[in-house]
């Protein structure tokens, strides 16, 4: 089992101190979920906090075993402003993730696509008006950071029967900062001419790639994810989703070998792990 490089209290102790530094921080929570933190506040990105699917398909001939400690209880991040879920995946949308954190968090602002908002609040058990839709060129505002949309492709960009995204990736904008969180995707056609204008600062992209034999939707792979860093300009990139069920991971290594020959900036965090503004605002490369 892997040790995340904090947790439990420790992490609790970084989440305080770096709250109240400058600049904008960010923390890798397993897969694709990850903590930000911006002048005091706090948002959520697809976090999973549970072992929901390990228990979930432990008796099938698909089980989900973990790969790495959980970093924290779900119920002891009582300081959330928002909670963003990409698509109603499980581990991206947990109802044994966000039922403890909208316990601890009555004010926490739930968003999701609006196309699965009903699911969500199924899901949940709870009424669709507590939870936030959110759709193309509607921003959501919370507390300091504003939230936008754009397609994702899992493995194809996929609408309802209203147009609407049943997929997305979440551009968040924090002061001067802006990240992009693609959920999950793969390479679709436009996706660099839409990303690219938006001047983004750090790119937190999947690399667990596509294998038939897994019998799931398929991600970038870790080089295509370090050439898209590249393509659209991102000042950062951070990869996500391995390391954590051992029937659906990969190495970090070749989106470290394509990043370090294209000289795009990198950072490959472990769970529980801290990165700040800095490494994006002077160009710092840590693999």
Not at 3 to 27: I, K, M, N
Not at 246 to 275: D, I, M
């Amino acid at each position: 089992m892997i040790e995340p490089l904090q947790s439990d209290d420790v992490f609790l102790a970084d989440v305080a101190t770096a709250r109240h530094r400058p600049g904008l921080h960010l923390w890798w929570l397993a897969q694709s979920g990850f903590l930000i933190s911006y002048a005091g506040n706090c948002v959520l990105l697809d976090p999973y906090l549970s072992d929901s699917l390990t228990e979930k398909y432990a008796a099938t001939d698909k089980p989900h075993v973990r790969m790495t400690r959980r970093v924290i209880d779900p119920r002891k991040l009582d300081f959330i402003a928002a909670a963003a879920c990409t698509h109603n995946h499980t581990d991206h949308l947990d109802a044994q993730t966000l039922k403890p954190l909208l316990d601890v968090n009555p004010n926490m602002v739930l968003i999701v696509p609006e196309a699965n908002r009903v699911f969500a609040a199924d899901r949940l058990g709870v009424e669709v008006e507590a939870i936030t839709g959110i759709q193309e060129n509607a921003p959501v505002e919370v507390e300091g950071f504003s939230f936008s949309v754009v397609p994702a492709a899992h493995e194809k960009v996929e609408r309802d029967a209203a147009g609407r995204l049943t997929h997305v990736g979440y551009i968040v904008r924090a002061g001067p900062h802006t990240i992009y969180h693609s959920g999950d995707t793969v390479l679709y056609e436009g996706m660099v001419d839409i990303l690219r204008p938006l001047n983004i600062d750090v790119a937190l992209l999947p690399i667990n790639g596509r294998a038939p034999e897994r019998r799931v939707a398929g991600n970038l792979s870790g080089a295509e994810a370090a050439r898209l860093a590249h393509d659209i300009g991102a000042k950062l990139a951070i990869p996500c989703h391995y390391d954590l069920f051992e029937f659906n991971t990969a190495s970090a290594g070749p989106f470290v070998a394509e990043c370090e020959k294209l000289g795009q900036a990198y950072c490959v965090l472990k769970n529980g792990q801290r990165a700040t503004s800095e490494l994006w605002t002077k160009g710092i490369a840590d693999g």
